[in-house]
């Protein structure tokens, strides 16, 4: 059974940092590409940031520069470092892992299988 677990969420002010973490368990982590969402209440789910099994990553615009994703194979673990912290950025964050088949829209929702709970992150001004 394929479980996904985030972490790391909180409250910052502005211009703040969080480091988000992503569990996984009961798959084979090495051969999924994974990613990273966000939705702010009322709004879509949308891609933050994706990596592949070749440790390629992908960003969505708004958060190049600010965001790094990164995932530690022998862990089973992903992360999402989260720097100069915007209000805008608040939002539930989920870790999604793909399906093991090639991924061709790495931000995109309907490329991933899996899904964690998500962890939440507030961003005061």
């Known amino acids: 059974q394929v479980q996904l677990v985030e972490s790391g969420g909180g409250s910052v002010q502005a211009g703040g940092s969080l480091r988000l973490s992503c569990a996984a368990s009961?798959?084979?982590?090495?051969?999924?590409?994974m990613g990273w969402f966000s939705q702010a209440p009322g709004k879509e789910r949308e891609g933050v940031a994706a990596?592949?099994?070749?440790?390629?990553?992908t960003y969505a615009d708004s958060v190049k520069g600010r965001f790094s994703i990164s995932r530690d194979n022998a862990k089973n673990t992903l992360y999402l470092q989260m720097n100069s912290l915007k209000p805008e950025d608040t939002a539930m964050y989920y870790c999604?892992?793909?399906?093991?088949?090639?991924?061709?829209?790495?931000?995109?929702?309907?490329?991933?299988?899996?899904w964690g709970q998500g962890t939440q992150v507030t961003v005061s001004s």
């Open positions: 990596i592949d099994t070749y440790l390629i990553t």
């Open positions: 009961g798959y084979t982590y090495n051969n999924y590409d």
């Open positions: 999604a892992a793909a399906s093991g088949g090639r991924v061709w829209r790495p931000l995109q929702r309907y490329e991933y299988l899996y």
